[in-house]
């Protein structure tokens, strides 16, 4: 029930860092949006800068069209959950659940039917009583949620809410985040450094360095066609094979293999330049004979990823990673050649790293 | 190197020794105040609660017990009220020389309410008009002992979740608000801790309100304990044992009671 713009946003923190460098973003009404990014990025200060616990330097923030930059935080009406969750120790799980709602002086029989009315939705029921050092992470996790959901906030802002679970618990209420958030159709805003998260989690994302935006886009986008050699290599399990190639005439060389390069390539190289070659090792398969378009080389490693094996092989003195379907693993030492799919293959200019 | 049997027995000995030399005045303190005639030694030859009667003869005994805890009371007070602020803010403001400044504080705490400081600090009572006044020597006990308190609870707030404040903050508490509902209470233990710390000190206190205080109904326990001397200048043993117990067990009981409910620590660390 809320858009969220963010124009020219500027942070520079009084010692000097540059954390938010003149962003740019729009995120729309009911979106699940996730930003991504290695640690130090600045998605952390983002998102504080949306919540209101930190100032922005330049720039604007507008919830529905309302400037809000310069509004303090309890007049925003988002709700933040931490990634310690923040659930205050003294009180016990309806207390913490109560407590904002008490701030906005709510009513006693409203505040009671909006706690049981999130407890509910979140299955904690039962542990109203307790204190939140007596339930477990999850739970934990749960009641950070109820006590947001329960304020029925126009934006929600959750930072890095996985990363204190353990694995199995980590899927279980990745899943319900999703499923949650889905239901109440209120616009979120997820910070996480983990790409599986943001993937599996995200309508749209967005993938921070160094302070800025590098790409914005569907998980899908950004899984076939990452912007930039930063996207590239830091989405997906398994790394992109990016291999750099001299360009001849319509082709590309990279060691002794030879690619065609598409049109729209093409047309904007020349002989002699350096681009770099990369494509998903997802992408990347057996093939019977060698020839134009296909890496050749010794069988270095494979690794057992379940239904599959990658395989990397030394073409030339560059590795190349593949696929492999189970039961047809090649050996070490092992001669066998790799033809990526055309369509999946993307080609980068070496010097500004951006997509050809 | 494991040691050899001699010099276990010797470590031992001298363990006993030292212990025994802490030890003895303690169970004095226990013993004596019963003993119908007691003297410097330990025993029990004649029990008796003849002591506490004669000691409540004294008119100003009990008095003076009331007193001290109004010292103790009022500076505890108001080094909480003062120190938790002082302490939460210079725990989440950071500006150029906080550390520096928080050891100087530190460091100094010990000259003000020490005896080098006696004669300026008198003067200034006496400019203040807080000579012979309760509120007088709260405010310089307190004075000495805030830097001191200021250090410990900026320790215990330090280690406190920032995330807690900061949601609140979304949620749109005030400033205040957030001290009271959030901060006060998960940082209780450091306060009862620093509470009963001022307590205990200002109780002990003799020089303060020995120079401050001139009416011999406002004088606390401590100073009291000076008058119970002979024209020649011995100490009558059976009131000063009656009444250094008597001065003695609120320390004790507050001691245990906080030390039960809280743990006695000087140390943040909060485990949700």
Known sequence: MSTVNIKGITKVFPNGV?????????????????????????????????????????????????????????????????????????????????????????????????????????????????????????????????????????????????????????????????????????????????????????????????????????????????????????????????????????????????????AHVSKEVSTGAKIIMGVRPEYVSVSKSSGSGVFSGKVKITENLGTHYLVLIDADGNVVRGTVPDGSEPSIGEVIHFKPDPERTLFYDTKSGELI | MEKSASERITSALFVVIVSLFFLLPIAWLFLAPFDGQPTYRLKLSDPSLNNFREMSQNPYAYRSLLNSAIFSAGTGLVIILIGAPAAYVLSRVKFKGRDVFLYFLLLFSSVVSGSAAMVPLFLLALRFNILDTYHGVIFILAGGLLPAAIFILKDFTDSLPRSYEESAKIFGASSFRILKDIVAPVIRPGLAVIFVWAFVQSWGNFLIPFIIIRDINKQPAAVMMYSFYTEAGDAVIRTVAAFGLLYTIPVLLMYFYVNRKYGFRFYGGIKG
Do not use: W
Request: proline letters at 4%; glycine letters at 8%; hydrophobic letters at 40%.
């Open chain 1, 18 to 262: 540059r954390a938010l460098d003149n962003l740019d973003l729009e995120i729309k009404d009911g979106e699940f949006f996730a930003l991504l990014g290695p640690s130090g990025c600045g998605k952390t200060t983002l998102l504080r800068t949306l919540g209101g616990l930190e100032s922005a330097t330049d720039g604007h923030i507008l919830i529905d069209g309302n400037d809000v930059t310069r509004t303090s935080a309890g007049d925003r009406n988002v709700a933040m959950v931490f990634q310690d969750y923040a659930l205050y120790p003294h009180m016990n799980v309806k207390e913490n659940i109560q407590y904002p709602l008490k701030i906005r002086k709510y009513p006693k029989d409203e505040c009671e039917r909006r706690v049981n009315m999130a407890a509910k939705a979140l299955s904690i029921e039962n542990l109203l009583d307790r204190k939140p050092g007596q339930i477990s992470g999850g739970q934990q996790q749960r009641v950070a949620v109820a006590r947001a959901m329960a304020t029925t906030p126009n934006l929600y802002l959750f930072d890095e809410p996985l990363s204190n679970l353990d694995a199995r618990l980590r899927l279980e209420a990745r899943s319900f985040l999703k499923q949650l958030q889905r239901e109440l159709g209120v616009t979120t805003i997820l910070v996480t450094h983990d790409q599986s998260e943001a993937l599996a989690l995200a309508d749209r994302m967005a993938v921070m360095e160094l302070g800025k935006i590098r790409q914005v886009g569907s998980p899908v986008e950004f899984f076939h066609r990452p912007a930039n050699l930063f996207v590239a290599s830091f989405i997906g399990s398994t790394p992109m094979n990016l291999l750099e190639g001299v360009v001849q005439g319509k082709d590309l060389k990279i060691g002794e293999a030879k690619f065609a390069l598409p």
